[in-house]
């Protein structure tokens, strides 16, 4: 099942899953979240894996969406060739909910690098590890975007004020400030370490008691389906506005930021 | 007033709650429940009582649940005895209403174990005072079971996420880690002096104004009276699972936890 | 534009808007709110504003609503002048509401007391630094009031029981218990300093990506329009109490405080 982009590798009741495009910074292509997505129904189809690990290569986790990607789909949109409704960000926002939803305990095991959409996987973790290295980062505001749908669990896992400072200012966290806001629940030189000492204790819960657990604290917050229409739907009308769409290509062609020049 | 099973005692314009069966783990009983719904109509008709102190008897705050009485009530449901729906959930979840609407100031003092629905005090009261030694857990999970009722009103408290990592990962928290999450308030070896402290500012407010504050606080949070419909009806869904009654069971009569072999 | 109780100052792409009622403590008349709503208007109008900055003058930020100019109104309210809807509370509620809008970056430098309403400011505003001298408190409760308008927003930033304890406690917490609770986002001495640190970042974003995020985390947090309202009821139900109008006119005639004695 493994591919190129995303690695797997099953030990005892743990799969791995890693994100594995170190040259484009781990980025998120249709191709990789196809390969998470299919991963997820292995897991889901096997009783004996309890516990989903996500990893990175490369000092990198995940650095968010494509920029190159969504440059092409943009130029499908503007040829009429794709009317964007297809876009990935309706399957993203799908497969955060997924991960906050299987009935296995997902655990995001971070050293390195996480930007924008990768921030959305810890999110929707159940518990996020991280080497003291590590740093954090939501810079979509410099483009005019916003993490739109990293936004809805972002703000359950670190409340609202953390999440909109995050957002507002583009500032970078480090793993310590990203810990004390909960985005991460313990730093650890020792990823595989950290994890081992808590199998023991997360391998006691059945899979159908971690199902019905998320089950009911999704009821037990005010975000529902319709948030995540509202969050798929912002993204698709905010990579449309033709300001936004100029930001993008200039950074894609000419690794120009907004503010270093408009046309 | 007084039971064997919960102590009255009024100092001032004090009223101490003491849960008080010391070899059972000051677990919950019908009969406690009913005593301390009685204690609170005690205090409601007494505009000089302004606060009132939940404690517990040798080192135990309260553990929850009597599993024992649990079982019992689980044969009755199996035998068509009961329906299930005098089932002692929709009392608990009524008292922490109670607790958290009454025009009283609530203070937890909290010295040694506090498990499972013991939590949902805290959680429904003012303020939590905690001695250093003090412990805190949620294993409902280890049984299949959820704290369905405790929830609405810790994830009020505590935010979510740590609501979520304290029910999943059935871990016990010291009270450092308890008042770093805001589920206590204040770590104090000497619990009666740091009463004493707050008295002095809480005796200012009027018994109204108590109540004012908290029923326009409640409109101020999401959860409504569905939101503790969906708690109890979920207590009463897992309850009748038979792999869960099973599980109680064994634990009950064996002391054998489920992860120790199933049948 | 500049009024003798508010003083603007525009520095490069910074307004600032000074509290200065010094000898009434900051406190706000509809004289102050209708001159913020116009320095708001100014602000708006203006493209190459990008940050706002609140403060006050002569160690006080903003200490609450004027108690004189309420007696005045509820005497009005008393003898049938006034119906008490053109109340002051719905003009603050809005000014919140749009401070929290606005496409300009929101900065409170705090520099010494803040207190009641003036804790609605910080509130709404998208970054909140303090002086380690600053002083916090919402003592409204002391009345039989609430900081009815400043709820929604302060829970949706430092979370429900912080909120919760601040308003029953009527505590004064420091500028450090303030940065712990996220009322305060940066504690230090040269406020000036910090600001021009941040400003670089923070001059990137377009007005209108400002506006689109807070548009967005509007819909991303569960308070809406009918919370205020609801706000503005409250306040405006707990004026015509005739036990809380005796408190304020106790007050504010004889410096009595309700719990010295009331007639």
Not at 88 to 99: F, K, N
Request: charged content about 25%; overall charge negative.
């Amino acid at each position: 099942m493994a591919t190129p982009d995303l690695l797997l590798d099953r030990q005892g009741r743990v799969l791995s899953l890693t994100f594995n495009r170190p040259e484009h910074g781990n980025t998120l292509t249709q191709g990789l979240l196809n390969a998470l997505s299919d991963a997820l129904d292995v897991a889901d189809r096997d009783p004996d894996c309890r516990v989903l690990v996500l990893r990175g290569t490369n000092g990198q986790f995940c650095t968010g969406m494509d920029f190159g990607e969504l440059t092409e789909r943009l130029t499908r949109i503007d040829f009429g060739v794709s009317s964007g409704s297809d876009s990935g960000d309706a399957h993203y926002m799908d497969l955060l909910r997924r991960i906050a939803s299987i009935g296995k305990v997902v655990v995001s095991a971070v050293d390195g690098q996480v930007m924008a959409g990768g921030v959305g996987f810890l999110a929707a973790s159940d518990l996020v590890l991280a080497t003291p290295a590590s740093r954090f980062s939501l810079p979509e505001a410099l483009w005019g975007l916003l993490p739109a749908c990293v936004l809805p669990l972002l703000i359950r896992r670190i409340g609202f004020q953390d999440a909109y400072r995050l957002t507002l200012t583009t500032e970078t966290w480090s793993a310590d400030q990203a810990h004390t806001s909960g985005l991460v629940d313990e730093v650890d030189t020792d990823l595989d370490g950290a994890i081992r000492k808590r199998m023991v204790r997360l391998s006691r819960l059945e899979p159908e008691t971690v199902r019905n657990l998320k089950a009911y604290f999704r009821k037990m917050w005010y975000l529902s389906d319709a948030v995540e229409r509202t969050a798929v739907d912002e993204i698709d009308r905010l990579v449309r506005d033709p300001r936004i769409q100029e930001n993008i290509r200039n950074f894609v062609e000419h690794k120009r930021f907004p503010w270093e020049g408009r046309s």
